[in-house]
C-alpha cells in the first residue's frame, strides 16, 4: 500500500475510538430506545445498557487519549488527523447527542423536540469545534474551548443526574457552548494525563456498580456525575481568573516600563 494510506498504531487506537462510538450508539438503540418503545421496558435492561453506552463512550476517550500519546512517541500517517477529527465526531459528537435525543423520548418529564433541538446543539458544537481545531494554531499545551471527550462525558453525566429537565436542557446547552468557546484548557500531558486515565476508571466502575444494582450504586453514580459537571464548570473559572490575571500583570508591567 502506498505509505500515505498505511495505517500506524496510532491510527488503530483511533479506529477503536471510532467503534466505541459507535457501539454506544447501538447500546442506546437497542437497550434504551427500543424497549421503551415496544413497552418492554423493565428498567434493568435500560440500566445495563445505559451504563454500557456510557462506558464505551469513556473506553473511546481512552483510545483517544492514548492515540496522541503514541502518535508522539512513535509515529502517525498521513491520516492520522483526518481520523483522529472523524473518530472524535462519531464518539464524542454523535454517541452523546443521540445519548441526549434518546432521554427526551424516554424520560417522564422530558419534552421531545426541544431535546432533539439540544442535541442537535451539542452535536453542532462539537463538529464546530473539531473543524476549528483543524485551521486553528494555538500555543503549546492547551486547546481553545472545551475539549469534545470531556464534554460528552459531560453532557451524559448531566443526563444520568437526573435533574428537572429544564435545568437539565440549560446544562447541556451550556457545556455545548462552552466546546465552542474561547476558554483555554490544559491538554493531558504528564501527570495530568494519569488523573485523567485514574478518573475514567474510577468512572466505569461507578456506571459498573450502577448498572449491576450494587450496594451504594446510586449513589456512587450521582457522586461521580456531579463530580464531572462540577470539572466542567470549575476550570473554565479558573482558566477566566488566570486570564484576567494575566492581563493585569501585563497593564502592570506596561505602566511600569512606561514610568521608566
Same mark, same amino acid.
Given at each position: 500500500?502506498?505509505?500515505?494510506?498505511?495505517?500506524?498504531?496510532?491510527?488503530?487506537?483511533?479506529?477503536?475510538?471510532?467503534?466505541?462510538?459507535?457501539?454506544?450508539?447501538?447500546?442506546?438503540?437497542?437497550?434504551?430506545?427500543?424497549?421503551?418503545?415496544?413497552?418492554?421496558?423493565?428498567?434493568?435492561?435500560?440500566?445495563?445498557?445505559?451504563?454500557?453506552?456510557?462506558?464505551?463512550?469513556?473506553?473511546?476517550?481512552?483510545?483517544?487519549?492514548?492515540?496522541?500519546?503514541?502518535?508522539?512517541?512513535?509515529?502517525?500517517?498521513?491520516?492520522?488527523?483526518?481520523?483522529?477529527?472523524?473518530?472524535?465526531?462519531?464518539?464524542?459528537?454523535?454517541?452523546?447527542?443521540?445519548?441526549?435525543?434518546?432521554?427526551?423520548?424516554?424520560?417522564?418529564? #422530558?419534552?421531545?423536540?426541544?431535546? =432533539?433541538? !439540544?442535541?442537535? %446543539?451539542?452535536?453542532?458544537?462539537?463538529?464546530? @469545534?473539531? /473543524? $476549528?481545531?483543524?485551521?486553528?494554531?494555538?500555543?503549546?499545551?492547551?486547546?481553545?474551548?472545551?475539549?469534545?471527550?470531556?464534554?460528552?462525558?459531560?453532557?451524559?453525566?448531566?443526563?444520568?443526574?437526573?435533574?428537572?429537565?429544564?435545568?437539565?436542557?440549560?446544562?447541556?446547552?451550556?457545556?455545548?457552548?462552552?466546546?465552542?468557546?474561547?476558554?483555554?484548557?490544559?491538554?493531558?500531558?504528564?501527570?495530568?494525563?494519569?488523573?485523567?486515565?485514574?478518573?475514567?476508571?474510577?468512572?466505569?466502575?461507578?456506571?459498573?456498580?450502577?448498572?449491576?444494582?450494587?450496594?451504594?450504586?446510586?449513589?456512587?453514580?450521582?457522586?461521580?456525575?456531579?463530580?464531572?459537571?462540577?470539572?466542567? #464548570?470549575?476550570?473554565?473559572?479558573? =482558566?477566566? !481568573?488566570?486570564? %484576567?490575571?494575566?492581563?493585569?500583570?501585563?497593564? @502592570?508591567? /506596561? $505602566?511600569?516600563?512606561?514610568?521608566?
Amino acid at each position: 500500500m502506498p505509505l500515505s494510506t498505511r495505517l500506524s498504531i496510532a491510527d488503530t487506537l483511533t479506529l477503536g475510538n471510532a467503534t466505541c462510538g459507535f457501539m454506544a450508539v447501538y447500546f442506546t438503540t437497542t437497550g434504551v430506545l427500543i424497549p421503551h418503545l415496544t413497552g418492554h421496558d423493565d428498567g434493568g435492561m435500560a440500566r445495563h445498557s445505559a451504563a454500557t453506552a456510557v462506558m464505551l463512550m469513556l473506553l473511546a476517550s481512552i483510545f483517544d487519549l492514548f492515540d496522541g500519546i503514541v502518535a508522539r512517541k512513535l509515529r502517525s500517517s498521513a491520516m492520522g488527523a483526518e481520523l483522529d477529527n472523524l473518530s472524535d465526531l462519531i464518539s464524542f459528537g454523535l454517541a452523546p447527542a443521540y445519548f441526549v435525543l434518546v432521554w427526551g423520548m424516554v424520560a417522564s418529564d #422530558a419534552h421531545q423536540h426541544v431535546s =432533539a433541538l !439540544a442535541a442537535i %446543539v451539542v452535536l453542532l458544537a462539537v463538529v464546530l @469545534r473539531l /473543524a $476549528r481545531f483543524s485551521c486553528v494554531t494555538l500555543r503549546e499545551g492547551i486547546f481553545q474551548g472545551m475539549p469534545s471527550p470531556f464534554g460528552a462525558l459531560t453532557i451524559v453525566s448531566i443526563v444520568l443526574l437526573e435533574l428537572p429537565f429544564i435545568p437539565t436542557l440549560m446544562a447541556i446547552v451550556g457545556t455545548a457552548w462552552l466546546m465552542v468557546s474561547r476558554v483555554e484548557y490544559p491538554k493531558p500531558r504528564g501527570l495530568l494525563a494519569v488523573a485523567m486515565l485514574a478518573w475514567i476508571v474510577t468512572a466505569m466502575g461507578m456506571l459498573a456498580a450502577w448498572a449491576f444494582d450494587a450496594p451504594g450504586g446510586e449513589l456512587l453514580l450521582q457522586t461521580g456525575c456531579a463530580l464531572q459537571v462540577v470539572l466542567g #464548570a470549575v476550570i473554565p473559572l479558573f =482558566a477566566t !481568573a488566570r486570564r %484576567v490575571n494575566t492581563f493585569r500583570d501585563n497593564r @502592570r508591567e /506596561a $505602566r511600569l516600563a512606561a514610568r521608566g
